[in-house]
């Protein structure tokens, strides 16, 4: 019986580590963008101010940039560590059913 709480401190041990490494690359991300966003502005303003294309990659990284946040912070339940623990119980008890 001892070694039930081992299984479940590894799963939690596990999930936690997946979920720092979920919000290091998001942080990765956002520094990015931040330190390319300048560049863009800078390159713009040096080349050919009259037309400002720095806008196209600026909306497009922070769009992207905005979902993974979202995955990151707000989807929890929505295909989330949550929503697989649901899934393979279910699945577990249909395999189950099925055999009886």
Not at 78 to 95: A, L
Request: contains cysteine; hydrophobic residues 45%; charged residues 30%.
């Amino acid at each position: 019986m001892e070694r039930l709480p081992d299984i479940e401190t590894n799963k939690k041990a596990i999930r936690a580590r997946k979920r720092v490494e979920a919000i290091k690359g998001f942080y990765q991300h956002l520094l990015a963008y931040c330190l390319f966003t300048p560049f863009t502005i800078f390159i713009n303003y040096k080349t050919y101010w009259d037309y400002k294309w720095f806008w196209f990659s600026v909306i497009g990284w922070g769009i992207g940039l905005a979902i993974h946040a979202f995955v990151v912070f707000v989807q929890k339940g929505f295909f989330g560590s949550q929503w697989e623990e649901r899934k393979i119980k279910e699945i577990m008890r249909k395999e189950e059913n099925r055999w009886d």
